[in-house]
């Protein structure tokens, strides 16, 4: 390179163009191959890259797919689970229900659930034995009475309720005065002033 400068500045630029050709222009050739192979090497392994790279996130997606699809067929599951844990024992007490409005009060449900159906059904179980004991038809017919007109309500109310609600229903009436006093304070707050 420094000949060809020399040259340059010598004034003999034929020269220096001819031993440019002659030796710089190899080594450029030279250098422009070595370089060309490095690109094509470097873009060989972007390519790889790039194809594992596109293998992976088809990979990821569908694994990712898979989780959310299993995931919908267990929600699914157990929501299917869940609503019979609920239907199953209301069609109990339905099917408990319609025998003992038959008269049948012999007749149980059974729900072994340890959570608001099963207090349920113990409920019901012993409303039906309490129902079937004697005399219970009796105490219910004693209680069921002709309907009344709400002109008949004060003498109704005199017979039955000023004992212990007194004349005017405030709670001072004299069977009332050994009951629960908050429930005599309660009826107080309702006295006109």
């Known amino acids: 390179m420094a000949d060809i400068a020399n ?3 010598d004034g003999k630029v034929d020269e220096a163009m001819t031993l440019q050709l002659k030796n710089g222009y190899p080594q450029y050739q030279q250098i422009e191959g070595l370089v060309n192979q490095v ?3 470097e873009e060989d392994k972007m390519g790889t890259l790039g194809r594992i790279v596109t293998a992976a996130h088809r990979r990821a997606l569908i694994l990712m797919g898979g989780f959310v699809g299993a ?3 267990l929600a699914l599951l157990l929501g299917f689970v869940i609503s019979w844990s609920f239907i199953l024992p209301v069609q109990e007490a339905q099917g408990f229900l319609g025998q003992v409005a038959q008269g049948d009060f012999s ?3 059974n729900v072994p659930n340890r959570d608001e159906f099963g207090a349920l059904a113990a409920h019901m179980n012993q409303m039906s034995r309490a129902q079937g004991l004697p005399g219970y038809e009796e105490t219910i017919s004693q209680t069921k009475k002709p309907p009344v007109h709400l002109s008949d309500g004060k003498e109704l109310f005199q017979e039955n309720c000023a004992g212990c609600h007194g004349e005017a ?3 001072d009436g004299a069977a009332g005065a050994g009951r629960k006093p908050d429930r005599r304070r309660r ?3 309702f006295r006109p002033k």
Do not use: A, D, M
Request: charge should be positive; charged fraction near 15%.
């Open 7 to 9: 040259l340059i500045r």
């Open 39 to 41: 690109v094509k090497t």
């Open 71 to 73: 995931s919908i067929l």
């Open 107 to 109: 007749t149980t449900i």
């Open 169 to 171: 229903g405030y709670g």
């Open 187 to 189: 009826f107080k707050s």
